[in-house]
């Protein structure tokens, strides 16, 4: 996670689309960058861009491992 922090992957710079969220499954959870990524995020409010916010779930760690390896799962 080295160049990212919690403040990027909140406003978005990360560049993920929300229709690429979904539940962690048992290879991202087994993946270590996940727990590294939820410890950031854990505690954040996320915008989704509709005006609502939500504390940070599974999906939002599964979009950002998507976008970090530039690909969409």
């Known amino acids: 996670m080295e160049g990212?922090?919690?403040q990027d992957i909140r406003h978005g710079t990360l560049g993920v689309p929300l229709q690429y969220r979904r539940e962690p499954t048992?290879?991202?959870?087994?993946?270590?960058r996940f727990e590294v990524i939820w410890e950031l995020i854990k505690r954040?409010?996320?915008d989704?861009?509709?005006g609502t916010f939500s504390g940070a779930t599974?999906?939002?760690v599964c979009?950002?491992?998507?976008a970090l390896d530039g690909g969409w799962v």
């Open 4 to 6: 990212y922090n919690a």
């Open 58 to 60: 599974g999906n939002d």
């Open 26 to 32: 048992p290879w991202d959870l087994a993946d270590p």
């Open 44 to 46: 954040v409010d996320v």
């Open 63 to 66: 979009a950002v491992l998507a």
């Open 48 to 50: 989704y861009r509709n």
